[in-house]
């Protein structure tokens, strides 16, 4: 049965015994994920210019000449050029080892439930089967994107159904893409609004967070994500429980990597 205070209650009994390390770990994957995802924007332009028109030089009483600087045009370009390459260069770090990190670290988390387990234990999909993860996570950012772009809510509701996929990959990284998001959506089905208010719970810790130089928010995520681990705990089982999955399929984390 759902039970969010003792969800929250045995995450913070486990995180008794590892925060410090749970702390170091939070902070190595927020340096390489930026604390969110890589998102895009649209910009609209519009050809209002005429050379052949005095308007052309200016509109509204703003002199708009300098436009037709080739200079300008040309460092215009350089910088948008970079912007672009910038973009590019975080998206691909992003993919190859900001989301691969994501699943490592719900590994140590998932793994500290039970035991002690070396902060090493965030390596785990490079040293697994790491284009399936890659390949995994990177559908996951496509279809959210896409679904995101369709309105703001549907992709929202998808980012909830696909939320179990990082936890899924940490603890079989060799499940069929495929089976993974089947499994998530079956995880979160009826569950999105219990995980969003799960999530919602911390929102007071992160507020005191950011009124304390904007760093405090940094010292409650290890609580935030062992709290979502028991989580994923919960959702595994109840799919276990129900015969939707089974222990070879949901094979465990087994022993940790000890530094």
């Known amino acids: 049965m759902w039970n969010r205070a003792g969800i929250k209650a045995n995450a ?24 969110g995802r890589v998102s895009g924007g649209y910009s609209g332009f519009s050809n209002g210019f005429n050379r052949n028109s005095s308007s052309a030089e200016s509109i509204g009483g703003i002199d708009y000449s300098f436009l037709h600087n080739p200079a300008i045009i040309g460092v215009t370009i350089s910088i ?4 672009a390459i910038v973009v590019v260069i975080a998206i691909v770090i992003q993919l190859l080892v900001g989301n691969p990190l994501i699943v490592g670290k719900n590994r140590y988390f ?28 990177f559908f996951v950012e496509l279809f959210t994107t896409l679904w995101t772009l369709l309105f703001i809510i549907p992709g929202i509701i998808k980012s909830y159904e696909y939320a179990m996929i990082p936890y899924i990959l940490s603890e079989n990284p060799e499940m069929d893409s495929a089976r993974v998001f089947e499994l998530s959506k079956e995880m979160m089905m009826g569950q ?42 919960w959702a595994r ?23």
């Open 110 to 137: 998932m793994c500290n439930r039970d035991e002690k387990t070396g902060i090493g234990a965030i390596g785990f999909a490079f040293e697994s089967n790491f284009k399936n993860v890659v390949k995994t996570m």
């Open 237 to 259: 089982e109840k799919m276990i429980s129900t015969g939707f999955s089974n222990r070879y399929e949901l094979k465990g984390f087994g022993e940790g990597t000890e530094l």
């Open 80 to 83: 948008l050029l970079v912007i």
């Open 192 to 233: 999105k609004w219990n995980y969003f208010v799960l999530q919602l719970s911390f929102i007071g810790w992160f507020l005191l967070g950011v009124l304390l130089c904007c760093i405090g928010g940094v010292f409650v995520q290890p609580y935030y994500e062992a709290t979502l681990a028991e989580f994923y705990g």
């Open 12 to 35: 913070k009994e486990s995180l008794k015994r590892f925060y410090w390390p749970a702390f170091l770990v939070c902070i190595i994957v927020g340096i390489f994920t930026g604390g």
